[in-house]
């Protein structure tokens, strides 16, 4: 089986195909694909006989594809020629000019055409073309178009995605179960969620592990991850809401049908609902609403030592741990340490000792403008957010106002209207 | 249930838009003008029309917001997805040659709201173009909304107007209930005028396209056709109340008329100025409104049918061609509307043909895609939904071949 260097599917269809004596047997109609690989194999050809029947030639009948023709191995009559089966997969039919998610670009994109190369001894897809090229080949105008820039000494630069790189949905399905997608930062899962149909969001999202699940959640729009959060399975759920630090839980289920929110709660681990519940009592664009609950507290009488090992017990499961802050035994906040403070002082200094006592708070009603002020004020990275009575509720992490101050890309995507 | 009434309320706010804005934006520059030409020559024999056409209206728009919704693409990227690259391309440039010179009907529109209060056409058409190009590319999807949405709401100038002419009631209720039709040349012409002014191309691209980039859930399909009702009915509400302020006026005087503006002239004199300035601001922002939406439509089909980013909520740099439709569109026609001797009567007739002839084309489209069992599930039309879409297409063709043989023989 011989393929004539490298072609596009486009420049397949239509072409002759001729046996061994260059007796005629029909035209190529479409290119059949066996998916499971991460280059598909070409399968076959359906092909219009000159009886005019669609058949299937299988790829070990074929000798030579070319860019006139395609032959065959053995004389016409010998040619098996195979029927069509349901559930093929067809270049032309499936896959040209419907949308493919770019995992490079972390964009979906229309597919203009498909180039097919030799890998060893097989026929396979190696690239979606996605540029003018592509699209001016399908219109048969390549050559003109390639004539006329060649006079101004320029050429119009190939677009081309590599089929290892891409994803491929059909139907609110993703065609190819691969384990890209989770690969991606989750930020460009994000974008790239933000700019599907409910249905494929909800199938990407579903085969993301949990833990991407929920980075690639909080960097979506809330009224987004809402909508997403009520369409998956609820044990799914539940599972992408676990992996989440409790304010960013808080926001998706602040954003649900009361219903659903009451049900995700119910279902969730106690203490974890517990302290959403607690959280989801404080108004969405304050520093309560802003807050998680989740942070370290010492008492002021253990030493940087014994700090440093309890740290160690406890830091794996914390959000934030660049400051511990320091309690009296009545809950009050009475200093704050920073984990640079707690590392370069001697191990047996108590940690009262070398605590900041000046520090900046914030009040749970203080506007989300003015909290993003002050971080940017004092250039800090956690501040902690107390009662009248200097009690301490829960501390504001820079990444939750990083949006306030410059809204997330895929939040700029596309917008709803609420 | 009642507990929740108010939030029931927001929930259709977030989903209302789109239908009243296409809509309403039906009723742009072309169709004040035949309008009011049905107003002043026919009196009120042709108001039974408009309950036909508000019904083809919400049938046919509504097609286009559940394909929409349910499939979260606009119709040129599913026509491409259906017919490949090659047909849907030259559907497109057809599409866009029709858009075309709607954008210009209306941008020649502001330009005779100019003529009429004296100002320098070259200064004020201009000005008006760079303002509108600014809002789409600088604005939000919010901000722009809610400038379409505002400008759906200033039609009731039009509505006033309506009552300042003390329409003939009993007159009205016969015109408006019992079906006349004379089978004299220029009574027909203006029949299938009336009807291919409501009923566009662009109408279609544009309401399904809005509907996707609103991101419309499929759990909303009862608010988003709430939405397509109230449109078509303010649309043709809006239409009822040209025809009837012109009726009750430049009919009984047997005014003759070629354009909206003819009409604000005549208003002045039989119902003082104050109808003659609703009259001219109701141009101008059906004028200004048409161009927005009918270029933004455009721009859509285009970027979709190549496959480019498109979205209003995207910056420029996002999707440069998008925004350069919308530019060429709006600047090339602001351009040739300035050149003196354009034909502008003509290109209006030409536009109008182009439309009838490419209408019923993509409605076939349409009821094809929205038949399609696999991609629609079972939000498929219901057998009367076919019914009446098949109806609405054969009139329409009919009608289309009619007006195509008067205008040339």
Redesign the interface.
Known sequence: MVLFSEMFASELIGIPVVDRVQENIGKVKDIIIALGESFPKVAGLLIITIEGAEKVLLIGEIDLIGRRFVSTRSPREQVALATRREGEVMLMRDIVDKQIVDLEGARVIRVNDLKLAKMNQDVRLIAADVGTLGMLRRLGLEGAVNWVTSVFHRRIQESLIGWDHVQWLTGGKIAIPSKTISDLHPADVAQIISQLHVDEKTAIFSSLADKTAAEALHELEPMLGAIIVSNIDTKKALGVLEKMPVDEAADIIGDLAQEKAEELLRLMRVGKAGKIRELLKHHDQTAGGLMTTEFITFPQDMTVEATIAKLREIAPGAETIYYLYVVDDQHHLAGILSLRNLIVSPPDRLISDIMITDFVTLTPEMKEKETAEIFSKYNLLAVPVVDEEKKILGIVTIDDVVDYILPPVARRKRQRIG | MLRYWWIRG?IFL?VI?PGIITGTADNDAGGVATYSIVGAHFGYRMLWILILITIMLYVTQEMGMRLGVV???GLADLI??KL???SA?ILISLVFLANFSNVLADVAGIASVADIYGLPRYIFVPIFSVLIYYIIVKG???LV?NIFLTSCILFFGYIINGFLARPDIPAMVRGSFVPYLPLNREYIFTATALIGTTLTVWGQFFVQSYFV???V??KHLKNARLDVIFGAIWTDLVAYFIIISCAATLYVKGVRIESAIDAARALGPLLGDFAKHLFAWGLLNASILGVCVISMGTAYAITEV??T?R?V???YRDAPLFYLIIGFCIFVCTFLVLLPQLPIMFILVASQALNTIILPIIFVVILRLINDK??MGNHVNSSLFNAIAWLTIVCFTVISLIMLYLTFF
């Open positions: 927001i977030s838009g499939t979260g693409k491409r997805e490949g690259l090659k391309l939000s999807f919010n909304q980039d609103k991101g859930t499929k190549l496959g980013e979205k909520n995207s910056s696999k991609m």
